[in-house]
């Protein structure tokens, strides 16, 4: 198992080193452990990567009218919640997920990654909020309003760690031209 996490990790280097050149952020997806559905999660979340990197943040810097704030994310893959990292702490992301659900995930924690350089807020703007302003609308740009609806749907029914349902009836309840404003107004306070 040891060799194969070791050909996984090879293959993926070598990978972005011949598809990723050109690429401008590159991610780096490892299983936190050696447990094969792990390892095979890595897989087609580098296999997602390698496909729509360009495209996914080509979309996030026209929509959010910001540049990604970095060259290079490393992402761990595990069995929980999925969360954004940054600075020296990676991405980390759930393996079991379908998927249709890890693409929507890659964009919805790159988006926290995103949105980390906004660093003035309202008060009414919690970090969901503040990317529930734009995810919906990226995701019907990038794949289509069905596949935003589904996985708005599939966000409402997480429970425990935060009220997704909430935010999400929040942020839908503005019209798209309301939602961008108000994140333009957001992106306008932190560049005065």
């Known amino acids: 198992m040891k060799r194969l996490l070791g050909m996984v990790t090879i ?19 490892t299983p936190q452990e050696k447990k094969p559905e792990w390892v095979t999660a890595a897989q087609e979340y580098d296999r ?5 990197a360009d495209h996914v943040i080509g979309g996030m810097e026209q929509i959010t009218h910001l540049k990604f ?17 940054g600075g020296k702490r990676p991405m980390l ?14 964009v919805h924690e790159l988006g926290h990654r995103m949105n980390a ?5 309202p008060a009414d703007l919690d970090e969901h909020r503040l990317l529930f302003l734009y995810l919906y609308d990226l995701w019907a740009d ?7 609806d589904r996985n708005v749907a599939v966000e409402r029914t997480r429970k425990g ?12 309840s503005m019209p798209k031209p309301e939602r961008a404003a108000r994140f333009a107004q957001v992106v306008k306070d932190n560049h005065r």
């Not at 350089?117 to 807020?121: F, P």
């Not at 990038?142 to 935003?148: C, D, S, T």
């Open 93 to 106: 992301l759930r393996a079991s997920y379908t998927a249709e659900i890890k693409q929507a995930t890659l």
């Open 117 to 121: 350089q906004l660093r003035t807020r």
């Open 69 to 85: 704030p970095e060259g290079k994310v490393r992402a761990e893959i595990y069995e929980q919640a999925s969360f954004s990292g």
């Open 48 to 52: 997602i990567w390698i496909a729509e």
């Open 161 to 172: 760690l935060y009220d997704y349902d909430a935010a999400w009836t929040w942020a839908l």
């Open 142 to 148: 990038l794949y289509g309003p069905q596949f935003a």
């Open 11 to 29: 293959l993926i280097t070598v990978a972005w080193g011949v598809e990723g050149a050109s690429r401008k952020v590159t991610m780096t997806f």
